[in-house]
């Protein structure tokens, strides 16, 4: 069961960071609410009580996003459902249709927003690899001498750790700011229990870039989930496969090589498997996107002979 004392629902940035300001420490900042309300149900988690609810979902400056130039801002109450419903987003940012289908069910993604997502800094948020993977800021915002002060900082820097941000206190997150990825073809792979009702194992994300011809890797963009504590960027093979012809030797190179970077968390060998072919499929699957031809089955088994 959830209770409070007080639930305060500012409609401004400024009467959020000053009631934020204020927060006592049993006081509990929410938008979406998709964490908190399932492990206060009786069960899951006990009794839940906070003398303070912030919530967030009503802020006039939190809604919508903005496209300009070759950057998407996504404000901080942008949910899930966009990602899968808006044309402007799913061509702009075309890894994030498919994290969003995997996410969760209809109803949680109407209301679960990606600043949540990343605020929880969970090893295996499904939001955070398609952050990196698309060079995001995370905006920051707090009240310094009556002023509202911004600062921004990489999705890389922001996440410190399980559960550990660089929030400081009295600060909101404000927007997330990404590049503009169109014309990229861009998939997630995800394993769990039960598809999209279940926190990630392993995720991988990828979006690609060909040549006019289709045949040349021009840009690549890669990142995992659920591999050790925070999500990760694979930058080495990134370069290894940029300006390389598209055969199905190379992918199936650099699928095998991330397989390292699984450390810290439980069943490793399970998942350097799932690894391997996660990084093979997102690859092949955003190739499929982008429009260029995949190589077929028996050069996929011959590649690994």
């Known amino acids: ?22 927060l006592p ?26 003398s303070i609810v ?11 996003y903005e496209h300009v130039g070759n950057r998407v801002r996504l404000n901080a109450n942008v949910a899930f459902q966009a990602f899968l419903t808006d044309a402007v987003l799913r061509e702009h940012l075309p890894c994030m249709p498919y994290c969003a289908i995997w996410f969760a069910d209809d109803q949680v993604r109407e209301q679960a927003t990606l600043a949540g997502n990343i605020a929880n800094a969970s090893p295996a948020a499904d939001g955070v690899p398609p952050l990196l993977a698309m060079n995001a800021d995370v905006e920051l915002a707090s009240l310094e001498n009556g002023d509202i002060r911004r600062r921004t900082l990489p999705i890389g820097d922001f996440i410190l750790g399980p559960g550990r941000t660089a929030l400081r206190a009295g600060e909101l997150i404000t ?16 394993v769990g229990q039960r598809r999209s009702l279940v926190i990630s194992r392993v995720s991988a994300v990828a979006l690609v870039k060909t040549n006019a011809a289709g045949d040349v890797f021009e840009d690549v963009r890669l990142a995992l989930g659920g591999v050790g504590p925070v999500p990760v960027r694979l930058h080495d093979i990134e370069t290894m496969l940029i300006g390389q ?19 810290s968390r439980s069943r490793v060998a399970y998942r350097q498997r799932v690894v391997r072919g996660f990084v093979e499929a997102a690859l092949e699957d955003a190739l499929v996107a982008c429009g260029a031809p995949v190589p077929n089955a028996q050069q996929r088994e011959a590649a690994h002979v």
């Open 1 to 22: 069961m959830l209770s409070f004392e007080e639930y305060v629902t500012p409609r401004g940035l400024r009467e959020a960071l000053e009631t934020v300001g204020k």
């Open 25 to 50: 420490a049993d006081g509990k900042v929410i938008a979406g609410a998709t964490d908190v309300l399932p492990y206060a149900r009786e069960g899951r988690g006990g009794d839940v009580h906070y």
């Open 54 to 64: 912030v919530d967030l979902s009503r802020v006039r400056e939190f809604q919508g």
């Open 175 to 190: 927007a997330v700011i990404c590049e503009s990825m169109r014309g990229y073809g861009g998939s997630f792979q995800k």
């Open 245 to 263: 012809p598209i055969t199905r030797e190379l992918v199936a190179e650099a699928s095998v090589l991330p397989a390292e970077r699984v450390a």
